[in-house]
């Protein structure tokens, strides 16, 4: 049983409600206009008609955070092969934001790839809402993806994407024992079939 399943018959329990077939049926958000226009006015290119891809690189576990050298070749990746803007998101905690100045050191394409850190939960939310595809770690800002129906890869080790997986439609997930061991190539590869 998915967490978020399991949370929806809750509340529809309290509010006397009927569960419907689906959880994922109803896991959505709205991000207000004026948040989304302040996150579009500072991360969409003035000129250019292309696409967003979103990086999360956080988590508040340190098992769960992909290699940095990891996440920066995947955002080398898209933006030289795919021709795609990177945004990479990171949360408040001084943590969090060492590691997207790590990234932000390790990567060789400047020009589409933009280090995006410290956003509050609506600006991250209206971030990761500019974007084709979301790939994050296994942490709660992976779910702000699948809940605007942007498709979204979560890179997971010791937790059960049984119970937490990003549940969209189109989302998918790696898995391994260890994070470091799931590879660039693979996640390339999950991302390019998403695309598709």
């Not at 991000?31 to 891809?53: A, N, W």
């Not at 590691?99 to 410290?118: S, T, W, Y």
Request: aromatic share 6%.
């Amino acid at each position: 049983l998915h967490v978020g399943e399991m949370f929806a018959r809750v509340a529809s329990g309290v509010a006397r409600a009927t569960v419907p077939n689906s959880f994922e049926s109803y896991t959505s958000i709205v991000i207000p206009e004026d948040v989304m226009g302040r996150v579009r006015h500072r991360y969409l290119p003035d000129s250019e008609e292309t696409s967003i891809v979103a990086v999360y690189v956080g988590a508040s576990v340190s098992s769960r955070r992909w290699p940095t050298e990891h996440f920066a070749a995947i955002a080398d990746h898209v933006a030289a092969v795919w021709e795609a803007n990177v945004l990479i998101l990171t949360g408040i905690s001084l943590v969090e934001q060492a590691i997207g100045l790590e990234i932000e050191e390790l990567i060789k394409r400047h020009d589409r790839v933009q280090l995006v850190a410290g956003l509050d939960l609506p600006s991250l939310a209206g971030a990761i809402g500019l974007a084709s595809l979301l790939v994050s770690n296994d942490t709660g800002p992976m779910h702000i993806g699948p809940a605007l129906g942007v498709p979204t890869l979560g890179i997971f080790s010791q937790s059960s994407p049984v119970h937490y997986r990003p549940v969209g439609p189109g989302d998918r997930y790696v898995k391994k024992k260890h994070i470091e061991e799931v590879t660039v190539a693979e996640v390339i590869e999950i991302m390019c079939q998403m695309r598709d």
